[in-house]
Every structure is written in C-alpha cells, then in structure tokens.
C-alpha cells in the first residue's frame, strides 16, 4: 500500500490519516513476509539532532514511512503549503497495530529495551487488552551509551529466535533508529518500531499528558514539568532552532537538509 508524503524540511513525511498507517502495517504482518520495514517519529528534537548526526539523519530518511509525532512538524507542514492535518504518534501506532492485529486473530511481537520490571508489566497488559498478541520475547539491554558487537549479536540472536511479526523497541531517540537501521537486514521481523517512551506510558510508569493537552498540541508541556532536566533541551534549544530551520526552508529556493 502507498502511503501519501510529502517534504518537510528535507524529509518525506506521511501526510495521511492514522487509520492507513495502522492498515498498512497490520496488512505487512499477514502477508507473513519477514522482510524488515521499520518506521519512525519525526519531531523539531529529532530534525536538529539529525541535522548534526548523519548516521540518525540516515536512518531516519531511509524509514518507510516517517509520521509527524510533534506538533512543530504539522506547524511547519502548513508553513510550507503541506497538508498535514494532525500529529500521529507512537503511541497511535503502538495502540492501533495491536488493536487491530487483535481483532483480526492476533500476531506475535517482541519488546526491546527497558528494564526486566518494565518489561513484565508489559507482558501483563498485553495479556489482558490484546489477549490474541502474544508476547513472543523481551530483552532488557545493558544501560550504555553503545552497544558492543557481543551486545548486539546477543540481542540480534534473541530476537530471531522467537521470529516476531513485531518488534517494539524502546531505547530512546536516537539510539532506537539507528541500532533498527543497521541491524534492519539481520532481523526476522516483518516490522520494527521505534517507540521510546511508549513503553513506560503503556503501564503508567510515566503519566502521559490528557486528551486536551494532545489536542492543542502541547502534551510536551506537562512532560516537560516532570522531567524538566532531560527534556528543557528539545524545547528550549531545538524549538527555536528548528523554527529558524522552517523559516529558511521556506523562503530558500535551495532547501539544503541541514
């Protein structure tokens, strides 16, 4: 299934509606191919991140689809004449793939990253809101900036030995992207996702902000109150370098990645 994109500030962005991306990779996962696709979430963090790290700007790019996760990304798709009408998330993704992949007679998935805690809190929820996906393997990595090759060959190892249709992973931006992108060939999954905090707001270990909050597009605000000293950065230094970044790409005729 083609999905509908467009560019925003050097990046082919899905410009459709949440129900296609969650049809489009529950309709991978019954042709029952495990040739890995994997998605990610583009925000203003994510783009000035990118624009000083060519390994995340490639992985990034190189994504099957990429979904705008925060509001700074539809903002500037109306700057620049796009269509983007909402923000679809990880956690849309997460919770629509399941929902579907449940009704419709269940699949398996694997879940990297976290602690074993937090990784058998999920196992629990998943049993008892989508009974029909079945938790084939977790993994709790070790806590380090990289991973060594035995680290990764490990990891590789346990996850294709359950051969998910799939693989959730939450090591947090931009690590998930790039360990998905470089090991893509080597995985037994049909689709990998990059989901962060996704999995701690999956069991409450971190409160996600309200419906009202996402709705005016500044869930990132109540977030930024709990934990100020790990997210000031995005909103503080990429916010206004990104709308720095929209306004050249808008009004450049050459619009340069970075």
């Known amino acids: 299934m083609p999905l509908d994109s467009e560019d925003v500030v050097g990046y082919q962005v899905y410009c459709g509606p949440k129900r296609e991306i969650v049809n489009c990779v529950t309709d991978w996962v019954k042709t029952d191919r495990k040739d890995c696709r994997y998605f990610a979430c583009l925000n203003p963090h994510s783009v000035e991140i990118a624009a000083r790290d060519p390994s995340f700007h490639n992985s990034l790019s190189c994504a099957d689809f990429l979904t705008a996760d925060g509001v700074g990304i539809v903002l500037a798709s109306r700057v620049l004449g796009g269509k983007i009408a909402d923000r679809i998330t990880g956690s849309d993704v997460f919770l ?26 999920i196992r629990q929820k998943m049993a008892n809101e989508f009974p029909n996906v079945t938790v084939a393997g977790t993994y709790s990595p070790p806590f380090k900036a990289e991973f060594s090759d035995e680290d990764n060959q490990r990891i590789i190892a346990a996850i294709n030995a359950c051969s998910p249709d799939v693989l959730w992973v939450g090591l947090t931006a931009p690590k998930q992207e790039k360990w998905i992108h470089e090991h893509q060939s080597k995985l037994d999954v049909t689709f990998a996702a990059p989901v962060g905090a996704v999995f701690d707001f999956f069991v409450g270990n971190i409160e996600r902000a309200g419906p009202a909050w996402q709705k005016i597009g500044l869930e990132w605000l109540p977030r930024l109150v709990q934990e100020p000293r790990r997210l000031w950065r995005r909103v503080f230094v990429s916010g206004p370098g990104f709308l720095i970044r929209i306004i050249r790409y808008r009004f450049s005729r050459v619009r340069p990645h970075k």
């Open 96 to 121: 629509g793939v399941n929902e579907v992949l449940n009704r419709d007679g269940g699949a398996t998935c694997f879940f990297l990253g976290s602690t074993k805690e937090t990784l058998l809190k």
